[in-house]
């Protein structure tokens, strides 16, 4: 089977097609733009959604998909500053996040870590709970179709969200 090389006019298709996509889905729902509106209160007048947590997140100056993730977690409302270091390896060992679960970025919310593509919906869930025997939860690598590693194809690669504690012990907080 031969492949042949894609022409200039397929390949802008092609980034289109998949820059809507992105955008598509990275838009908020209309129950999402129902719920509050723009001027801080809500659609039915009860309050609006309380604002999320601050989170800070380490990645390496050349890595994009970083930059995809912090967005997700922009658009779920963490006021994220994102950080470049060009010693990743070092942040990780600092941060106490356990060698075999690495990955291309760290995040710090609250007391916790998060290691990853790690979905929003489980920081959510983690800083809700609040555990007391959790550091930090961690997707390691860089799995497909996890959070900011979704692909035109919508190829998706099976991972887990893995809990870390204070000594490196490890166990699934979501599989």
Request: charged letters at 25%.
């Given at each position: ?23 598509v ?36 100056p050349?890595c994009?998909?970083?930059?995809a993730?912090a ?46 593509h790690v ?40 991972f ?7 000594t ?8």
């Amino acid at each position: 089977m031969s492949v042949r090389p894609r022409s200039r006019r397929e390949f802008i298709y092609g980034g289109l097609a998949f820059g809507g996509l992105a955008l598509v889905g990275c838009s908020p729902s209309s129950d999402e733009r129902a719920a509050t509106d723009p001027k801080g209160g809500s659609a039915g007048g009860a309050p609006a959604t309380v604002q999320k947590a601050a989170m800070t997140v380490y990645r390496d100056p050349s890595c994009g998909c970083c930059e995809a993730w912090a967005k997700i977690a922009e658009d779920a409302g963490y006021q994220v500053t994102l950080l470049d270091d060009n010693n990743m390896t070092a942040v990780k060992q600092r941060l106490g996040v356990p060698a075999e679960l690495a990955s291309c970025h760290t995040a710090v919310v609250g007391d916790y870590v998060i290691e990853g593509h790690v979905p929003l919906e489980e920081v959510d869930r983690l800083l809700r709970e609040r555990p007391s025997d959790i550091k930090g939860i961690a997707v390691p690598g860089m799995p497909l179709g996890s959070p900011g590693m979704e692909v035109p194809d919508g190829t998706k690669e099976p991972f887990q969200v893995i809990a870390f504690d204070a000594t490196g012990r490890t166990s699934i907080y979501k599989a």
